[in-house]
């Protein structure tokens, strides 16, 4: 079974400045300018993350991909699409 990204938004980091939704090759990221932050739609999310160096303002991580991990193994990282 794989893993999904672990997708960490640090809301009080976040602009809304929409880069992320933009950029996503996957169209992973949910955004318009009427939501206050953006969403991950975890079934697209790759992990390759482009968000996270792409985000002016360093407000999403990307914390675990490998298909040999489980997300359990981090433990004490957010769940999928966690906002902080």
Not at 13 to 22: I, L, P
Not at 41 to 46: Q, Y
Request: glycine letters at 4%; charged letters at 20%; proline letters at 8%.
């Amino acid at each position: 079974m794989s893993a999904q990204p672990v997708w960490v938004l640090e809301k009080d980091q976040c602009v809304s400045c929409g880069v992320c939704a933009d950029l996503c090759p996957e169209q992973a990221i949910a955004f318009s300018r009427t939501m206050a932050y953006p969403e991950q739609r975890p079934e697209r999310c790759t992990g390759c993350g482009t968000c996270d160096k792409e985000c002016p303002v360093e407000a999403i991580r990307i914390l675990a991909v490998p298909d040999s991990m489980s997300v359990v193994q981090f433990a004490a990282a957010p769940v999928v699409g966690c906002l902080v």
